[in-house]
């Protein structure tokens, strides 16, 4: 394809003023992506994906304004480069669907996650060793690019199945929150911006300047919007501190046959809850405790420990009380030691009987309350074998 060149007015470039403004926001939604929780591979992922999308790809195409004027070329190589990171997508989206699914099928292989970088390579072969796939069309907001019609569409097919994939997971994680409305809506949030932020953006790149060439392509409009829906659905809904969770609570009573009941209250009567159940969502992704908290007549089983190292309700965040004393983190960390286990849940009423103990017999320490346990399986020291 030839190269237009001559109609651009350089001294209102729209294009170039709405790229200089998305930048800081792609950075600061992939440092509050990645910071909020750096261990987490999820948040990494997602984070790369905004990086790439938000800050690579619109600094490129910044370039290619800037450039343009003075050298044809080098702006060439510059929009070359911002489809490149939207290829680059994809890797980290593929990565992201593999460890989902991995998560719910443990036979699923690891070297699935090679297979994650083939769309991008062929992608960015072919868009480096086909010279003429890209055109520049200028216009009065800027320089337009128009990519050859089956690159176009074989972006379009791979990058945008990619992206829905990517959405249906995350969809359906928060479809999983239900029974936590506040995360539920954060979540819902998080997706509808990464949806319609990055899949506006992508079809702005790779089909509507071939639709219409002259306009401002608003493409990076797009990404302010997903960059910033995902940093507010990030910032107040992770947690920047690691909370120790313990799965099982001291206060909770879980009869066969009848609803469970829970005896963590004022009075010491117990009231009935309904058990929700939160799957892996607190264990594969650092969620805020605020956002969990739900009231008196739920309960997940699940308790935290605060910056005191008082073990609070996930959904009431009430200290839990055993022996009418406040349950320490110390205490929490003893009774999981002792490795009394209901399924993948701590066994509720061999927690209350430990930290019992343990309040009973201060002036015993840890090791010698296991030691006194030793050659005895604690099923049976506790009655539940």
């Not at 409009?221 to 995902?230: K, P």
């Not at 659905?233 to 120790?244: G, Q, R, Y």
């Not at 200290?319 to 009418?324: S, T």
């Given at each position: 394809?030839?190269?237009?060149?001559?109609?651009?007015?350089?001294?209102?470039?729209?294009?170039?003023?709405?790229?200089?403004?998305?930048?800081?926001?792609?950075?600061?939604?992939?440092?509050?992506?990645?910071?909020?929780?750096?261990?987490?591979?999820?948040?990494?992922?997602?984070?790369?994906?905004?990086?790439?999308?938000?800050?690579?790809?619109?600094?490129?195409?910044?370039?290619?304004?800037?450039?343009?004027?003075?050298?044809?070329?080098?702006?060439?190589?510059?929009?070359?480069?911002?489809?490149?990171?939207?290829?680059?997508?994809?890797?980290?989206?593929?990565?992201?669907?593999?460890?989902?699914?991995?998560?719910?099928?443990?036979?699923?292989?690891?070297?699935?996650?090679?297979?994650?970088?083939?769309?991008s390579i062929v992608l960015t072969i072919?868009?480096?060793?086909?010279?003429?796939?890209?055109?520049?069309?200028?216009?009065?907001?800027?320089?337009?690019?128009?990519?050859?019609?089956?690159?176009?569409?074989?972006?379009?097919?791979?990058?945008?199945?990619?992206?829905?994939?990517?959405?249906?997971?995350?969809?359906?994680?928060?479809?999983?929150?239900?029974?936590?409305?506040?995360?539920?809506?954060?979540?819902?949030?998080?997706?509808?911006?990464?949806?319609?932020?990055?899949?506006?953006?992508?079809?702005?790149?790779?089909?509507?300047?071939?639709?219409?060439?002259?306009?401002?392509?608003?493409?990076?409009?797009?990404?302010?919007?997903?960059?910033?829906?995902?940093?507010?659905?990030?910032?107040?809904?992770?947690?920047?501190?690691?909370?120790?969770?313990?799965?099982?609570?001291?206060?909770?009573?879980?009869?066969?046959?009848?609803?469970?009941?829970?005896?963590?209250?004022?009075?010491?009567?117990?009231?009935?809850?309904?058990?929700?159940?939160?799957?892996?969502?607190?264990?594969?992704?650092?969620?805020?405790?605020?956002?969990?908290?739900?009231?008196?007549?739920?309960?997940?089983?699940?308790?935290?420990?605060?910056?005191?190292?008082?073990?609070?309700c996930l959904t009431t965040h009430k200290?839990?009380?055993?022996?009418?004393e406040q349950v320490t983190r110390n205490?929490?960390?003893?009774?999981?030691?002792?490795?009394?286990?209901?399924?993948?849940?701590?066994?509720?009423?061999?927690?209350?009987?430990?930290?019992?103990?343990?309040?009973?017999?201060?002036?015993?320490?840890?090791?010698?309350?296991?030691?006194?346990?030793?050659?005895?399986?604690?099923?049976?020291?506790?009655?539940?074998?």
């Open positions: 394809m030839e190269k237009s060149i001559g109609k651009v007015n350089t001294l209102v470039n729209i294009k170039l003023i709405i790229d200089g403004i998305a930048i800081p926001f792609g950075i600061i939604a992939s440092v509050v992506i990645i910071s909020r929780n750096k261990r987490n591979i999820a948040n990494i992922l997602i984070g790369l994906i905004a990086f790439l999308g938000g800050v690579v790809s619109v600094t490129f195409g910044l370039l290619k304004e800037i450039f343009f004027p003075f050298n044809v070329d080098l702006a060439m190589i510059f929009v070359k480069l911002a489809f490149l990171s939207m290829f680059l997508m994809t890797i980290p989206a593929l990565s992201f669907s593999i460890f989902f699914w991995k998560a719910k099928y443990k036979k699923i292989p690891n070297f699935l996650h090679v297979f994650s970088f083939i769309p072919w868009l480096f060793l086909k010279l003429d796939c890209i055109q520049f069309i200028e216009t009065d907001y800027g320089i337009n690019n128009l990519m050859a019609e089956p690159l176009m569409i074989y972006s379009l097919i791979i990058i945008f199945s990619t992206l829905i994939l990517l959405v249906i997971e995350l969809q359906f994680m928060a479809s999983n929150a239900k029974s936590l409305p506040q995360l539920k809506r954060r979540m819902n949030l998080f997706t509808t911006g990464f949806a319609v932020g990055f899949g506006g953006s992508f079809l702005s790149l790779f089909l509507f300047q071939n639709l219409i060439p002259n306009m401002v392509q608003p493409y990076a409009l797009f990404t302010i919007f997903a960059t910033i829906s995902l940093t507010l659905a990030i910032s107040t809904t992770l947690s920047e501190e690691e909370v120790t969770l313990w799965h099982g609570c001291p206060k909770l009573l879980l009869n066969n046959g009848s609803s469970p009941m829970c005896i963590n209250t004022d009075d010491g009567l117990p009231i009935d809850v309904k058990l929700l159940d939160i799957g892996n969502i607190i264990e594969r992704i650092q969620i805020d405790t605020e956002v969990l908290k739900t009231g008196s007549e739920n309960c997940t089983n699940t308790v935290f420990s605060d910056e005191d190292g008082v073990v609070r200290p839990i009380k055993v022996l009418e205490e929490m960390e003893l009774a999981r030691q002792m490795d009394v286990m209901n399924g993948k849940e701590l066994c509720s009423e061999c927690l209350h009987k430990v930290i019992g103990y343990r309040k009973e017999n201060k002036n015993k320490t840890d090791t010698e309350i296991k030691m006194l346990f030793l050659g005895i399986r604690a099923e049976e020291f506790f009655g539940v074998s």
